[in-house]
């Protein structure tokens, strides 16, 4: 029987559990925002007003320690029916201090990671960074530009002149590991969501504990056009680049990259 002050009142807990409890983290130009319009019609998954929340990549934020989540959480609206909430936001997955901040606020959080060929990734992130008027070189002169850029923002990280980076997966994918058990990390190739989103989403939603996805046609989402075809030259110092990368993935992944190593012409316009 309980006695004293304490007896008949309502505890308060100090530490209450965290909201999220999923994350569509990556990667950007990766298939995230089709991904987003499947979890938003899903009862059972609640989202932010927002597509991308930006919390835990944003350094002011989190400048002084680790904040009080309050203002984070309350841009999930809260609705009866869900089971999870998911936050989708796909530059989690490049910024480096994310998974520790993330392992603060919630140790089981699950992620979702969407990989695209990165060659054909860090053409379709240029694209999008000149239409949004944030790049005034060609693609084969950022490419080029990038280790400067970078070297110009250490110890930060370039969240724009970040092509080659961004398609470093290996690298982000031990980061992540280093602070998550695998068991929480969900690995997909964007091209099974494209083209096979039935049986793609049917493994989201085991991951997630819900039910199955009302809709699972297929879907393009925030498509640009290009102006061009990815210039040769940039084709061929991408696929040197990356070329450690795939071993590496091969390997952590057991995934087969020939499709990436050799890709057809002219599938990075989207």
């Known amino acids: 029987m309980t006695t004293g ?7 308060h807990d100090p530490h209450p559990a965290p909201l999220v409890g999923a994350l569509i983290a990556g990667t950007q130009k ?36 680790q904040p009080d989540a309050a203002a984070y959480e309350a841009q999930f609206p809260r609705r009866s029916g869900v089971r999870i909430f998911c936050d ?16 603060r606020y919630n140790p089981a959080m699950k992620w979702i990671l969407l990989l695209r060929n ?35 923002v250490a110890p930060g990280q370039s969240r724009h002149a970040s092509y080659v980076a961004r398609g470093r997966y290996s690298e982000q994918i031990t980061r992540i590991r280093r602070w998550f058990p695998a068991e929480q990390l969900l690995v997909l190739p964007s091209d099974a969501l494209q083209y096979q989103p039935a049986p793609t989403l049917a493994a989201v939603a085991s991951f997630l504990g819900v039910g199955p996805f009302p809709r699972a046609a297929p879907r393009e989402v925030f498509r640009l056009p290009y102006e061009a075809p ?41």
């Open 5 to 11: 002050p304490m007896a008949g009142a309502a505890v």
């Open 30 to 65: 990766g298939g995230t925002s089709a991904l987003s319009t499947y979890f938003a019609e899903h009862p059972e998954i609640g989202m932010p007003r927002i597509k991308e929340v930006h919390y835990f990549d944003s350094d002011t934020v989190f400048a002084g320690g």
């Open 88 to 103: 989708a936001t796909p530059i989690y997955m490049f910024w480096a201090q994310a998974p520790e901040r993330i392992h």
């Open 118 to 152: 990165p060659i054909t990734r860090a053409y379709s992130q240029w694209n999008m960074n000149v239409k949004k008027g944030r790049e005034p070189l060609s693609f084969e002169q950022a490419l080029q530009a990038e280790a400067g850029r970078t070297a110009a």
């Open 230 to 270: 990815m210039p040769a030259g940039a084709r061929a110092f991408l696929h040197a680049a990356f070329a450690p990368e795939f071993d590496r993935l091969e390997q952590m992944l057991g995934w087969d990259l020939r499709p990436w190593r050799e890709p057809p012409p002219n599938v990075e316009n989207r």
